[in-house]
């Protein structure tokens, strides 16, 4: 089974010691500590797709400990970056590029950084806020408010109708897509509600369709800023679809051979699928092999 | 199967309403709108258990259109409200008598109201922010940011060694927790992790034991302040436990019939569970169903 992408990191956090100011200290002045290359937010890869390494700064940037990898400290600095959160061209192309375990890697880094450049002054009572805890949190001087980076779940699902071989999943588009781009449904979760009523709201709302039972697939990060893509199936008794058109510009039932082909971007393939790292894709994958 | 608390709502959202202000001003001058009767951000329920609603109050306190009940737009207040995020024994009390469903509506109003209190200026730029989108986020004036409600996916979960009659499950303590009160680990979802590896990573850290595969069970907002609980069981093939003494006072394997004696409150029971509006509780019950 196809990992699902920016999952399998070999990074290990170490987050135990992000509350320790004198085991920071020591990792920062460690010789083996090197510091993630970005061109603003984006990756600078070596040849091989790898993520690319550099020696600490002298300058005194605020730098996040992202964990240890290979025995070395790893770390990502924090300064102003572009307030883009979109993925660049340059971006794309690295994404093609990337082994899974290094795009997970990146996908940390790039969430982190740009929470905090976004995230400089305390929503409580407006002070200028500091990084704390390695660079996994900032805190108030003012107020003493904490506050932690975003992570934001957003259901991404399929509504299933029929079993077996008459089996259908729905897909749709919105109007800014590429053209006959189509992806699984998807919707934040918001508070006060589960990851089930998510899923059930967001198909009604989306397609008008009603959901049944909701089983859970797989799940991602997504770095862009930083969500966490939960990826469902629902099954639906009625495939009747009532689009909402301010979301949804058309949508599909497909079934597995057109899924499959979609996957395999064969010829006469019903639609354009999503990326492999993005989870629309494992989605796809995981449904056709019974999930 | 019970229902996992705080889930249920019988709550319409009607969020494709929250970005047309003229339907909010409608909304706000329905005769039959109600506002949600709170103390600070206890509830004040009816005799029965329910919530408590009121007339709109006069003067022009910022509300949130909550969604559609019974024909009528409900809406919460925001105000000023104690920062306490933590449970009163009042709250504690009321929880026990809330049907589930009841207690829905609740937590979403809650998390909401609670979070605005708490997020009044612009974290990118420290300026007053006001409320928008029919109390569903707040917009800045200055930089243009807008901003969301948080939902902060937390990963609750039993590692599980053994099959069939032989299987036992995890359950910890922390230190000031009631006294034998066990329930299941669990930890804050980062940046750049699936569900999976959060599961995998919070095991290792607080119990030592390394997850093999994880699967998914339930989810239920928790509404204290505004996290998504994610219930999950990892196998695990090697029981020897290593406890991080800083999160996990103590740690036991228990098997089916410890788990039914404590979700019975049996005398003998190994330990003393959560309540059943905690997720964890759902989790047991679903664990011994076969999950």
Chains 1, 2 share one sequence.
Request: negative net charge.
């Amino acid at each position: 089974m196809t990992p699902a992408g920016f999952t399998g990191s070999r990074l290990d956090r170490a987050d135990a010691w992000r509350g320790d100011p004198e085991r920071f200290a020591a990792l920062l002045a460690d010789p083996a500590a090197r510091l993630l290359r970005l061109d603003g937010l984006d990756p600078l890869l070596e040849a091989d797709g790898t993520l690319g390494w550099a020696p600490l700064p002298a300058d005194p940037t605020p730098l996040a400990f992202l964990g240890m990898l290979d025995g070395a400290p790893r770390f990502a600095a924090l300064g102003a970056v572009p307030p883009a959160t979109r993925r660049t061209r340059g971006l794309e192309a690295a994404l093609a590029l990337m082994p899974p375990a290094e795009a997970a890697t990146y996908a940390a880094a790039r969430s982190l950084i740009d929470w905090h450049a976004r995230h400089g002054f305390c929503a409580n009572c407006s002070a200028v806020t500091a990084a704390i805890r390695a660079g996994w949190a900032r805190s108030c001087p003012d107020c003493g408010a904490e506050h932690y980076p975003r992570t934001d779940p957003v259901v991404i699902m399929l509504a299933e109708h029929g079993t077996g071989d008459d089996a259908r999943v729905l897909v749709g588009r919105q109007a800014s897509w590429p053209p006959n781009r189509y992806s699984a449904l998807a919707g934040f979760v918001e508070v006060g509600e589960s990851i089930e009523e998510a899923v059930a709201r967001e198909l009604f709302e989306e397609a008008g369709v009603r959901a049944g039972d909701v089983r859970f697939v797989a799940s991602q990060p997504w770095p862009f800023p930083s969500q966490l893509m939960i990826a469902c199936i629902a099954t639906v008794d009625d495939a009747r679809l009532t689009l909402d058109a301010n979301e949804i510009e058309s949508a599909l039932w497909v079934d597995r051979a057109g899924i499959a082909g979609a996957l395999a971007e064969s010829e006469g393939a019903p639609f354009l699928a999503p990326p492999p790292y993005a989870i629309a894709h494992t989605l796809f994958e995981r449904w056709l092999a019974g999930a």
